[in-house]
């Protein structure tokens, strides 16, 4: 059992046969309505531990996507739609009422797909700073990022030894001319073992399939949002801080889904609420109540 700092949540961690995978996820107490957790590439469902205190009123389930965490590998199956596809399973077997999805970065993508495919089933969407094309992503510096840790991944090692190789990967930078090692970034022993712990269990093909596109393949955000009626909360990154999601594509995002909004965080980046979880809170916070 684990919780967050300063919550009053605990999430359990059981298992889910979809047929073709075995999901992890984490599940809190019935408090309330479901909602469901999806994360980035290269992450687990415990990146969602400081975003707990937001959901105090609701039924917790926080997944573990298939390639991630202490979920089944299943090569070369790593297209939005595929992720998506254990994502549907989930509701239709696990979930009685319909469900609000938040999905940061790639787990966006993913909840677009659910809510297209399954209307009656969810509530509401949460998109956390997705980049909605593989074009956004190589012209990011994530792109770079996503391509270092494909190597750290597919070297493998310890996560110590992994740690070691995260801290001293070079990444460009917003404003910087040189690149970076993450080392000096994070200056945090403890954070990189944590995120070494994650990228230890995720399958490397996996993240090939972000860095050579796959992932994306089957990802057509226009034809996907105009299936959309529930609710869409955008949680938008600063662009210039290396946020995935420009104002153009939010417009473009905006005038597709008739229920959608828009927070914007101008102090915050892509991590969004792995690097300051508060003002995440106070906006989702602000969207349940009306959904």
């Known amino acids: 059992m684990t919780s967050s700092p300063g919550a009053r949540l605990a999430l359990t961690e059981n298992r889910f046969d979809t047929g073709v995978v075995t999901i992890n996820y984490g599940e809190g107490s019935d408090n309330g309505p479901p909602v469901i957790l999806l994360h980035g590439i290269g992450r687990n469902w415990r990146d969602f531990l400081t975003l707990l205190p937001a959901f105090e009123q609701w039924h917790v389930f926080a997944l573990d996507l298939r390639g991630h965490g202490k979920s089944s590998r299943v090569p070369p199956e790593y297209r939005s739609g595929d992720y998506a596809t254990d994502v549907t399973a989930f509701l239709q077997h696990k979930i009685r009422l319909p469900a609000v999805i938040l999905g940061h ?4 993508l993913v909840a677009m797909h659910v809510a297209a495919r399954l209307p009656d089933r969810v509530r509401a969407i949460i998109i956390g700073d997705s980049a909605l094309s593989y074009d956004t992503l190589v012209d990011s510096m ?3 990022l996503f391509t270092g840790l494909y190597r750290i991944v597919r070297q493998g090692g310890s996560p110590r030894d992994m740690a070691e190789r995260l801290a001293a990967l070079e990444i460009p930078l917003p404003g910087v001319s040189e690149r970076v090692p993450i080392g000096e ?12 712990e994650s990228l230890e269990q995720v399958d490397p093909d ?3 399939a972000t860095v050579e596109g796959r992932t994306f393949e089957d990802f057509h955000f226009e034809t996907l949002l105009s299936r959309i009626g529930c609710p869409v ?17 939010t ?31 106070d906006a989702i916070l602000k969207f349940l109540a009306s959904v």
């Open 105 to 108: 970065s790639l787990g966006g």
């Open 142 to 144: 994530y792109h770079t």
């Open 185 to 196: 970034l994070l200056g945090n022993e403890a954070e990189l073992l944590k995120w070494a």
């Open 206 to 208: 996996a993240m090939r």
């Open 233 to 249: 909360l955008i949680l938008q990154a600063n662009p210039e801080l290396g946020g995935l999601m420009s104002d153009s594509t």
């Open 251 to 281: 417009e473009a995002v905006l005038k597709l889904v008739p229920l959608a909004r828009l927070v914007r965080f101008p102090l915050l980046g892509h991590a969004l609420h792995l690097q300051r979880a508060q003002p995440v809170i």
